[in-house]
């Protein structure tokens, strides 16, 4: 089973800067890599999908990189907004299932 | 637009059971898996099952597969999450989200409200 681990934990940034989430799978596998921002009381919204393609609507101060075991997550340009709790999922593909890393919280103070 | 109405969520008793439908308006509903995410009150998102499009292959994250069944009614474009013998720890905010098209996964781009179960004597 894939283990996600996301670094680090909590990240406090100043609006207009730039924020590295990482993301890092226990064992190499698909390029089925996502990225997801949720805030309290709202569904979580699809950012990033096949570890670099932004997801429609999105704007470009969302990158997504990576591959193999390590991927990241890059908002440059911080905004007040952006303050969420990041997930990255993947998909694997044998045996078939779906993991969540544990989030990574931003702050934008 | 695309839009995933969830119902069904509420307060019930240890052991008991519930059904959580979701039905989705705005898209060719048969054509897409679809999936179910849960978050626990203070803790991360987690994966909980998946359906293919015509709802032959259900999957299930290990630790629910024998109290939780998901299924599908594409002729009503609705999932449901029918969950038996609840216990305290399945309290949560569960999701339904839209996942694979025609085999692809693309994250899942659409989700719904969420409903709150709580497990609770």
């Known amino acids: 089973e894939v283990v996600l681990t996301q670094s680090p934990a909590t990240l406090s940034l100043s609006p207009g800067e730039r924020a590295t989430l990482s993301c890092r799978a226990s064992?190499?596998?698909?390029?089925?890599l996502a990225w997801y921002q949720h805030k309290p009381g709202q569904a979580p919204r699809l950012l990033i999908y096949?570890?670099?393609n932004r997801a429609p609507g999105i704007p470009a101060r969302f990158r997504g990189s990576g591959s193999g075991t390590d991927f990241t997550l890059t908002i440059s340009s911080l905004e007040p907004e952006d303050s969420a709790v990041y997930y990255c999922?993947?998909?694997?593909?044998?045996?078939?299932?779906?993991?969540f890393g544990q989030g990574t919280k931003l702050e934008i103070e | 637009e695309v839009q995933l109405e969830q119902s069904g969520g509420g307060l019930v008793q240890p052991g008991g059971s519930l059904r959580l439908s979701c039905e989705a308006s705005?898209?060719?509903?048969?054509?897409?898996?679809m999936h179910w995410v849960r978050q626990v009150p203070g803790r991360g998102l987690v994966w909980v099952s998946t359906?293919?499009?015509?709802?032959?292959?259900?999957l299930y994250a290990d630790s629910l597969r024998d109290r939780f069944t998901i299924s599908r009614d594409n002729a009503g474009n609705t999932l449901y999450l029918q969950m038996n013998r609840l216990r305290v720890e399945d309290t949560a905010v569960y999701y339904c989200?839209?996942?694979?098209?025609?085999?692809?996964?693309?994250?899942?781009?659409?989700w719904g409200q969420g409903t709150t179960v709580t497990v609770s004597s």
């Open positions: 989200a839209r996942g694979e098209r025609s085999g692809y996964y693309y994250g899942l781009d659409v």
């Open positions: 705005g898209v060719t509903f048969n054509t897409y898996w």
């Open positions: 359906i293919d499009s015509d709802g032959r292959s259900p």
């Open positions: 064992q190499s596998g698909s390029s089925y």
């Open positions: 096949d570890a670099s």
């Open positions: 999922q993947r998909r694997s593909n044998w045996p078939l299932m779906y993991t």
